[in-house]
């Protein structure tokens, strides 16, 4: 199984402000996802990030909010910008395991609250 | 796209008892289905995972069953204990398309009551 290392952990930040979320994986991985999960709630993904092109973004997600980058096979970053309260949720990354493999590993999630 | 139902919201059971969540999808062709176990403040940890040419595997104390026609499938936990509290999510995802992102059920808290 990969593992995936995720910073911050949490952060508190000011409404306006943008927040870049780091996720890194031990291994190369052909598929990253950026998932949200508000508070009691279920995940929802926010975009595939795709390694050499443009993030592939879910229905209510927009690049200019979330921007993703994707330089390589083991890296990838969520930027949320403008960030309001409604913001506030944790954000995980995931990996998959391999080109035939679909298990989905979840990095320790950054907690944000936006003030 | 997918979208995937998980009953009940809640369950709470006696310690050593069995537990049961239950998930429907709706894609048919929708071919791997993971559990997941979210202890609070954590991260969801894959617990046990099925393909749709299997209807049946097992970990321990840990089973899922598959229902192709139907398009269901369970989580059974049997001799359940205090720390197999936690939330639980089931999830599906389509065959390797290119996009093979999970759509997640809508959880299960367990309780279970030493």
């Known amino acids: 199984s990969a593992v995936i290392s995720q910073k911050p952990s949490r952060d508190i930040c000011q409404r306006g402000t943008s927040l870049t979320i780091q996720c890194q994986v031990d291994?190369?991985?052909?598929?990253m996802f950026w998932y949200r999960q508000q508070p009691g709630q279920s995940l929802t993904l926010i975009a595939t990030a795709n390694q050499g092109s443009e993030a592939t973004y879910e229905s209510g997600f927009v690049i200019d909010k979330f921007p993703i980058s994707r330089p390589n096979l083991t890296f990838s970053t969520l930027t949320v910008s403008n960030m309001s309260p409604e913001d506030s949720s944790i954000y995980l990354c995931s990996a998959g395991a391999g080109n035939r493999d679909t298990e989905a590993f979840f990095g320790q999630g950054t907690r944000l609250t936006v003030v | 796209g997918e979208n995937v139902e998980q009953h009940p919201s809640t369950l709470s059971v006696q310690e050593g008892d069995s537990a049961v969540i239950k998930c429907t999808y709706s894609?048919?062709?929708?071919?791997?289905f993971p559990w997941y176990k979210q202890e609070l403040g954590k991260r969801p940890q894959l617990i046990i995972d099925i393909r749709s040419n299997v209807g049946e595997k097992k970990d321990q104390r840990i089973a899922v069953t598959l229902n192709k026609t139907a398009k269901h499938f369970s989580l059974h936990i049997t001799e359940t204990q205090p720390e197999d509290s936690a939330v639980y999510f089931c999830a599906a995802t389509p065959p390797d398309t290119g996009r093979r992102a999970l759509t997640f059920g809508s959880g299960t808290r367990l309780q279970v009551q030493p």
């Open positions: 894609d048919s062709a929708s071919n791997y």
């Open positions: 291994s190369q991985v052909t598929m």
